[in-house]
């Protein structure tokens, strides 16, 4: 009977581990069943969770350096809150999460207008005095930002929280493409117009901004977007004109009082 040689057992020894290494080999990067660096009870952040995280963001905004707010007196504060609440106790039937807003004014001249989940919105001071020439076009600006809020319609965005957020930054995350802002307008506009305020001043509002572009280009971000959001809500309108039984209603003596107040600073 021969007797292997050396070398033959050498191979046979390399050989079983090789097969044994195999057996346990995994190719880098493939997806596996589970993660084992995970926690048995991860859950994967939700679009609550998100809307959360983008509502803590208030607190960091208003405690970065440079940003001022007007304190308003309980009668202009009831008065925006009025409003809001109309517009949600009037459209029951599309709003299911959101029951009330609080509204806070920026003390700067820029004009512009934005808000965070759970019903925070902000409007400037400058945005208010300089064009908000009727109560029907405040409503307008309103109601845009509820229709956001309700449906948390923000884009998705990493957040590193470092304790404070540029008034830049939080307008960039407010800013949808032309597609899904076409869609806040048209909501916007039935909410406005099913309260019982002019639908036409939701146009005027558009035509506002497309005006003065110089102004609104830190609110809007993109003027070529305006433009086309003019045109096509023009065309939304003639294609859904309001009833020939809508009221033109006059502003409110609030509406003056808001108005004065902010032209001469005086709240």
């Not at 509502?55 to 905004?61: S, T, Y």
């Not at 350096?65 to 809150?81: N, S």
């Not at 023009?234 to 809508?246: C, E, H």
Request: proline share 4%; net charge positive.
């Amino acid at each position: 009977m021969l007797k292997p040689s050396p070398q033959a057992g050498v191979s046979c020894f390399l050989l079983l581990i090789f097969f044994t290494a195999c057996g346990s080999f995994v190719i880098p990067f493939s997806k596996s069943k589970k993660d084992s660096l995970l926690p048995d009870d991860y859950q994967a952040s939700s679009r609550q969770d998100y809307a959360d995280q983008m509502a803590g963001l208030k607190r960091a905004f208003l405690e970065t350096p440079g940003i001022k707010t007007i304190k308003l007196d309980a009668a202009v504060a009831t008065y925006l809150q009025k409003i809001c609440n109309e517009l949600i106790s009037k459209n029951e039937i599309f709003f299911k999460d959101l029951n009330t807003a609080n509204v806070t004014i920026l003390e700067t001249e820029t004009p512009l207008h934005f808000s965070l989940p759970r019903g925070e919105f902000f409007l400037s001071r400058g945005l208010i005095s300089k064009y908000m020439k009727h109560e029907s076009m405040l409503v307008s600006v309103l109601a845009y930002e509820l229709v956001r809020s309700e449906k948390l319609l923000y884009p998705k965005a990493s957040v590193v929280p470092v304790g404070f957020i540029s008034l830049e930054r939080i307008l960039a995350f407010n800013r949808l493409p032309l597609d899904s802002k076409m869609e806040v307008h048209k909501w916007a506009f039935h909410i406005a117009t099913r309260s019982g305020y002019d639908g036409e001043y939701y146009l005027s509002y558009l035509q506002m901004q497309n005006r003065n572009t110089a102004d609104f280009l830190l609110n809007v971000g993109d003027v070529n977007q305006i433009n086309r959001e003019e045109s096509l809500f023009k065309a939304f309108l003639i294609k859904n004109p309001q009833p020939d039984t809508m009221t033109k209603q006059n502003s409110s003596k609030e509406f003056y009082t808001l108005l004065n107040r902010m032209r001469d600073g005086v709240l």
